[in-house]
């Protein structure tokens, strides 16, 4: 779709909310907003932060059920579906990148989940989302620069039954769920397969299948008329293949064919504690968590039919979380004091190998040795069909944070001060290693291996301070104004996969020591001081308002965040075959987001829109100066315009669901040579609900747009993820 029609689109949504406007306001009254995150003292109401609230009926009438079908409904968040469940990549308000640390804090049941790599899985039993945009470190700390997703799920005490559910759809794509709920228990399964809806030409099978279980069990317990338990235990297994990254040379796109297997398998586990003590004086929360993950990632990096390299990642992941939080059980006083302790700890065993076969040792090695020897002196050999390039890490990270928040009111106004204490440190243990076996002809007659080991140890530590000042004004009972001022922090950390080129060049270092021959290559980029990253930091100002009367309800508000040590996902330049994590000195977001809701009787509309102009300030990556320049993979524009409509008719109702949504333009390098235009897809439902049971019909970009989700380079050449084609499912829901 054009940029006109976008700009049609968006139009049309403004014009659409300001007709809600002048509609009688007296058919249905909204309630309060009794959803609250984990940590606020305050409601969500009155939260001088932008907030989007999404309940289980509009998760249930859009069909969403993973953290990517929350993209542009929520204003300005961009969460790309490519690659696998690993790759949970996650874009707001000009931040984000697609390695190591999220960009966003994700909690479920107050539980942070501290695992990027778990952050994509299928949702069962959710009974709200949450999400505060913009930096919310002082309550949350570490990686909420972007804000904080939380996730509730069924309690015994909800309203909600038990219920099952079996869907059916393109790619022979089946979902089969159940939740149990008792007087205090509530259980929940999700089982999904599907075929995959990209094939893999060179091996002729899809590219990207998927099994997967999720699982979770909730117990909540009233020990006295003070102490309240909750239990969540969550797991999950997956199994998938993945990657279905198309060769792009010279304008055209080409399908996906490689020769290497590609896949991704995950099992995840967490198990987590809440006590809630309460007295007349105070209110006292503890949350104590046990995490688990391990995974194996298996990947043909050239994404050739080309026997080049691969790569297998393997991981086990352990962590434990404690935090206690501290405040006043009047509501009502004019002083609402928060004060917290949070601390962690997380352990990770990786093994990445990195086998490059035959054509990689011909064409990354051998290649550019004999280029540099003359031919009368003569040339290289090398009589290994594969070389391993072997690399082992253990990665710890901790954390120790001291936070307090005060929220004081005063006739019309609240003002809130917080601040927050992070003490941050992280070591990485690295031991890789690689072995060939050449011969230099014609002075030696037989093999001789040579063997090359990179050891060492890595640590970083440090303090973050993350203050917070915020005003809200209510300026009539249906209107209310905010201001805020605060700092948020992504964490440092290091770059294990750009070991397999560090190894590289020292072998062919090596190689041409024995030989006595001086390798004249340029510049790569590429050393040992290229493992480590530094802390991504952003102020964040923001102002904006809060309407609510009866059945319509609007937010808008506009920022401006300055980045310090903006992390990037780069590839080095040239015959390079890793990636790695930059900082890019400076960057800068202006931004403006908007949410309007209208829900008279029987009528429901959602309309959502951010623009993100996000630019470095200064980033000079050692050969171009991108100063100016627009940040990658951030969409300048994110739309989301849905409605619905309940038809009665009697004992049943059919129950019509549409939405447009879309993103666009953005740029997919820090040259900004290559772009993606806007591209918008067309959703709908169509649902026969009876009191019991409903069979419901959906639908996925039925206008089957064509576009790009994801790009990158490997060994000088340039992939494409295509978005996913038009879709259908079918499906039948039964309460129990």
């Known amino acids: 779709m054009s940029l006109r029609n976008f700009a049609v689109?968006?139009?049309?949504?403004?014009?659409?909310?300001?007709?809600?406007?002048?509609?009688?306001?007296?058919?249905?009254?909204?309630?309060?907003?009794?959803?609250?995150?984990?940590?606020?003292?305050?409601?969500?109401?009155?939260?001088?932060?932008p907030v989007t609230v999404v309940r289980s009926a509009e998760l249930e009438s859009g069909g969403i059920y993973r953290p990517n079908d929350l993209s542009f409904r929520i204003p300005g968040l961009h969460i790309p579906d490519y690659g696998a469940s690993l790759t949970s990549s996650?874009?707001?308000?000009?931040?984000?990148?697609?390695?190591?640390?999220?960009?966003?804090?994700?909690?479920?049941?107050?539980?942070?989940?501290?695992?990027?790599?778990?952050?994509?899985?299928?949702?069962?039993?959710?009974?709200?989302?949450?999400?505060?945009?913009?930096?919310?470190?002082?309550?949350?700390?570490?990686?909420?620069?972007?804000?904080?997703?939380?996730?509730?799920?069924?309690?015994?005490?909800?309203?909600?039954?038990?219920?099952?559910?079996?869907?059916?759809?393109?790619?022979n794509t089946c979902r089969v769920g159940l939740s149990f709920l008792n007087a205090s228990n509530v259980f929940s399964a999700t089982y999904r397969h599907g075929?995959?809806?990209?094939?893999?030409?060179?091996?002729?099978?899809?590219?990207?299948?998927?099994?997967?279980?999720?699982?979770?069990?909730?117990?909540?317990?009233?020990?006295?008329?003070?102490?309240?338990?909750?239990?969540?235990?969550?797991?999950?297994?997956?199994?998938?293949?993945?990657?279905?990254?198309?060769?792009?040379?010279?304008?055209?796109?080409?399908?996906?064919?490689?020769?290497?297997?590609?896949?991704?398998?995950?099992?995840?586990?967490?198990?987590?504690?809440?006590?809630?003590?309460?007295?007349?004086?105070?209110?006292?929360?503890?949350?104590?968590?046990?995490?688990?993950?391990?995974?194996?990632?298996?990947?043909?990096?050239?994404?050739?039919?080309?026997?080049?390299?691969?790569?297998?990642?393997?991981?086990?992941?352990?962590?434990?979380?404690?935090?206690l939080n501290l405040r006043r059980a009047d509501n009502a006083a004019s002083w609402q004091p928060v004060t917290g302790f949070f601390a962690f700890y997380r352990h990770n065993a990786m093994s990445a190998p990195v086998v490059f076969k035959r054509e990689g040792i011909e064409n990354l090695i051998l290649y550019n040795a004999n280029a540099n020897i003359p031919d009368e002196i003569g040339y290289l050999t090398i009589s290994?069909?594969?070389?391993?390039?072997?690399?082992?890490?253990?990665?710890?990270?901790?954390n120790a944070a001291l936070f307090h928040e005060s929220v004081f009111r005063s006739g019309d106004w609240q003002f809130t001060a917080g601040l927050r204490l992070d003490y941050e440190g992280g070591l990485m243990d690295y031991d890789c290693l690689t072995t060939l076996h050449y011969r230099f002809f014609p002075t030696m007659s037989a093999d001789k291996a040579c063997t090359v080991a990179y050891r060492g140890t890595a640590d970083h530590f440090g303090l973050v301070l993350l203050p917070k000042l915020s005003a809200l004004y209510e300026a009539s009972d249906p209107l209310k104004l905010f201001v805020t001022v605060s700092r948020g922090y992504r964490a440092g950390g290091f770059n294990t996969q750009i070991f397999s080129d560090i190894l590289q060049q020292m072998?062919?270092?090596?190689?041409?020591?024995?030989?006595?021959?001086?390798?004249?290559?340029?510049?790569?980029?590429?050393?040992?001081?290229?493992?480590?990253?530094?802390?991504?930091?952003?102020?964040?100002?923001?102002?904006?308002?809060?309407?609510?009367?009866?059945?319509?309800?609007?937010?808008?508000?506009?920022?401006?965040?300055?980045v310090t040590n903006q992390q990037l996902t780069v590839f080095p330049p040239g015959q390079n075959t890793g990636r790695m994590m930059t900082n890019a000195g400076r960057s800068r977001s202006l931004g403006a987001e908007t949410q309007l809701a209208w829900q008279p009787g029987d009528f429901h509309s959602r309309f959502s829109w951010a623009?993100?102009?996000?630019?470095?300030?200064?980033?000079?990556?050692?050969?171009?100066?991108?100063?100016?320049?627009?940040?990658?993979?951030?969409?300048?524009?994110?739309?989301?315009?849905?409605?619905?409509?309940?038809?009665?008719?009697?004992?049943?109702?059919?129950?019509?669901?549409?939405?447009?949504?879309?993103?666009?333009?953005?740029?997919?390098?820090?040259?900004?040579?290559?772009?993606?235009?806007?591209?918008?897809?067309?959703?709908?439902?169509?649902?026969?609900?009876?009191?019991?049971?409903?069979?419901?019909?959906?639908?996925?970009?039925?206008?089957?747009?064509r576009g790009h989700s994801f790009y990158f380079k490997s060994v000088g050449k340039e992939f494409f993820a295509s978005v996913k084609p038009r879709i259908f499912t079918i499906g039948l829901s039964v309460k129990l």
């Open 90 to 171: 996650i874009y707001i308000r000009g931040l984000g990148s697609r390695m190591e640390n999220p960009v966003i804090g994700l909690y479920i049941d107050g539980i942070p989940v501290l695992d990027k790599n778990a952050y994509d899985f299928d949702w069962e039993g959710i009974q709200s989302v949450t999400m505060l945009r913009g930096p919310q470190g002082t309550l949350y700390g570490r990686n909420a620069m972007g804000g904080v997703l939380s996730l509730s799920t069924l309690s015994p005490s909800s309203e909600a039954r038990s219920s099952m559910f079996l869907e059916y759809g393109t790619a």
């Open 195 to 323: 075929d995959g809806y990209f094939d893999n030409v060179f091996k002729g099978a899809p590219a990207d299948p998927y099994d997967g279980l999720s699982l979770r069990w909730k117990w909540v317990k009233s020990a006295s008329d003070r102490l309240f338990l909750t239990n969540v235990l969550s797991a999950g297994v997956c199994r998938e293949g993945g990657f279905a990254y198309g060769r792009y040379e010279d304008g055209v796109l080409s399908p996906v064919s490689y020769n290497d297997e590609g896949g991704y398998r995950r099992l995840s586990a967490i198990e987590g504690l809440r006590l809630d003590y309460r007295t007349e004086e105070f209110v006292a929360d503890a949350v104590a968590s046990l995490q688990f993950l391990a995974d194996d990632m298996r990947m043909d990096q050239d994404f050739t039919p080309a026997s080049v390299f691969t790569l297998r990642q393997q991981q086990q992941s352990a962590a434990a979380t404690v935090e």
């Open 384 to 398: 290994d069909a594969e070389m391993p390039v072997l690399s082992d890490f253990v990665l710890a990270s901790w």
């Open 507 to 562: 072998m062919m270092k090596t190689l041409m020591k024995d030989l006595g021959v001086y390798l004249e290559r340029p510049s790569s980029g590429v050393e040992a001081s290229a493992s480590e990253y530094d802390p991504e930091s952003a102020w964040n100002f923001e102002t904006g308002l809060r309407y609510r009367k009866q059945s319509f309800s609007a937010d808008a508000s506009v920022y401006y965040m300055a």
């Open 611 to 705: 623009w993100c102009d996000a630019r470095f300030v200064r980033y000079q990556d050692g050969n171009n100066d991108h100063a100016g320049n627009r940040v990658p993979y951030v969409p300048a524009h994110t739309l989301f315009l849905g409605a619905g409509y309940i038809f009665r008719f009697g004992g049943c109702s059919l129950a019509a669901d549409a939405s447009l949504a879309g993103c666009g333009p953005q740029w997919w390098n820090e040259g900004n040579t290559l772009d993606e235009p806007v591209h918008l897809f067309l959703d709908g439902r169509l649902a026969l609900v009876f009191p019991q049971w409903e069979v419901y019909l959906g639908g996925g970009n039925l206008t089957d747009t």
């Open 9 to 49: 689109a968006m139009t049309a949504g403004f014009l659409l909310s300001a007709l809600t406007l002048l509609t009688p306001l007296n058919d249905t009254v909204l309630t309060e907003v009794t959803v609250t995150a984990p940590k606020e003292s305050v409601s969500v109401g009155k939260i001088a932060s």
